[in-house]
């Protein structure tokens, strides 16, 4: 039985919703502020789950050497897209985040916006973390950029709506499971007077959670942020950001 990030038809649909223009537009900065997080200045990156290739362009434009990995085709291909009007080289792999593994072959892993804990079996997860330890060369950093779980108990409204400049109205139904370690999602997209509704679910993990699972995977020295610039996670944390190096 396919899972539910496999239907390639969400990321068809839903691009436009999930990726507007402005998301391209904080990736430079967002760049910015993980190299000068990390202090890491040239080098081989791993942007893994690159979809459409933000910030596998961003550091490829600053002379890094980029892989950019994603197992949607639809996505890769709009990656591909943009690094031909930057003008930069990327190689693009079309692979599940949990089989690719390159050893020792990278100063730097990115997986941002919160893609991270799709599977269903949680141990999947760790597996993945491990690949990416395993891919990292000594003294290499690993960034996860995600929705914790403290924020998300603040936050949490079941339902939310945004409606578009073209008439195209988006409906998000949220309900959490499994002890609170799991979050259903429904979103019901409502445009030209057709619904369309996409199902999905993922893990949900809290600063501690996640750090246990990074450490748990080979990392020794992990660092919790509520953001980019390497702040404390604290209770006015917006974003959970794991920084571990090897």
């Not at 994603?70 to 792999?93: I, Y």
């Not at 050893?103 to 079996?121: E, R």
């Not at 339902?159 to 195209?168: I, Q, V």
């Not at 990392?219 to 794991?242: H, W």
Request: glycine share 6%; aromatic share 12%.
């Amino acid at each position: 039985m396919s899972e539910w990030f496999e239907n390639d038809e969400f990321w068809t649909q839903m691009y436009p919703y999930m990726f507007p223009e402005n998301k391209f537009e904080i990736a430079e900065e967002q760049v910015d502020k993980i190299l000068e997080m990390t202090g890491i200045q040239e080098g081989n990156v791993l942007d893994l789950c690159c979809g459409p290739g933000r910030h596998s362009c961003e550091f490829a434009k600053r002379g890094f050497e980029v892989t950019g990995v994603d197992r949607t085709p639809f996505l890769q291909n709009k990656a591909k897209e943009r690094a031909k009007d930057f003008g930069v080289e990327v190689e693009w792999v079309l692979e599940d985040m949990r089989n690719f593994i390159r050893k020792d072959a990278f100063d730097l892993v990115i997986n941002m916006f919160t893609s991270f804990g799709y599977f269903d079996d949680k141990d999947e997860d760790i597996h993945v973390l491990k690949n990416i330890y395993n891919s990292l060369k000594n003294g290499g950093v690993c960034i996860i950029e995600s929705m914790g779980k403290e924020v998300l108990a603040k936050f949490f409204t079941p339902t939310t709506s945004t409606e578009y400049e073209d008439g195209t109205l988006l409906i998000q139904r949220h309900e959490v499971f499994d002890g609170w370690s799991r979050m259903r999602n429904e979103w019901i997209l409502l445009k030209d007077e057709k619904a369309t509704s996409f199902k999905f679910h993922h893990t949900i993990y809290s600063g501690q959670e996640l750090k246990d699972r990074l450490l748990l995977a080979g990392f020794s020295d992990v660092k919790i942020c509520k953001n980019l610039e390497g702040d404390e996670y604290d209770n006015t944390a917006q974003r959970l950001v794991a920084v571990a190096k090897k």
